[in-house]
């Protein structure tokens, strides 16, 4: 299983690697999907099935392919004279040591704060808390942020889809132009020959 975990990460840093050094941007993106379904097969292993399907539902089949669609709409064409991109590298590294030292500091807090503490909260909060926290230790990921999600937030969780609800009719409402006919299609225009001749 630790095999496995190595394995995958090492595949997720190579392709992450080939996201910014790939020339075509189509081919990008493609490694960045890559490097997506690696970080979920990590999340998998590490069991956290809910961020797992996040990043496959989210990026991979959202996020992803809209970066694909507007590559090709745009018809953008590969980097010209070969792409060197060596003087990105002393920003690049700078940006990485930070990163690093931030991800260092992080693992050093949350190791602070050991089991012994949360066994010694549950113990100050009586049976009830110890009982919850043995309920939540049976039920799966997914299982736990639904039961919060659907219970405790379910009023935070319809205010957000009202949000994106009006987001998606402001850009609808934006990008209709008024005075304008509406466009219809012409098929026999469009699969005609002779227009692209």
């Given at each position: 299983m630790e095999g496995l975990f190595y394995i995958f990460a090492l595949g997720v840093i190579i392709s992450g690697i080939m996201v910014i050094s790939?020339?075509?941007?189509i081919h990008s993106v493609f490694w960045l999907i890559v490097v997506f379904l690696g970080a979920s097969a990590l999340f998998i292993l590490l069991g956290?099935?809910?961020i797992a399907?996040?990043?496959l539902i989210v990026y991979v089949g959202a996020i992803a392919i809209l970066f694909l669609f507007v590559i090709m709409m745009l018809n953008l064409t590969d980097l010209e004279g070969g792409g060197d991109m060596s003087n990105y590298i002393p920003i690049g590294s700078v940006i990485g040591v930070l990163l690093l030292f931030e991800v260092l500091i992080m693992g050093r807090e949350a190791t602070a704060y050991s089991y012994r503490d949360i066994d010694h909260e549950c113990l100050r909060g009586g049976v009830d808390a110890w009982d919850a926290s043995i309920e939540i230790i049976k039920s799966s990921n997914i299982e736990v942020l639904g039961r919060i999600l659907y219970t405790d937030y379910y009023y935070l969780f319809i205010i957000a889809s009202f949000i994106l609800l009006v987001a998606m009719i402001g850009a609808i409402v934006l990008t209709h132009e008024l005075g304008t006919e509406l466009k219809r299609q012409d098929l026999f225009t469009q699969?005609?020959?002779?227009?692209w001749q």
């Open positions: 790939a020339l075509n941007p956290i099935d809910f399907l996040i990043f699969t005609s020959r002779s227009l």
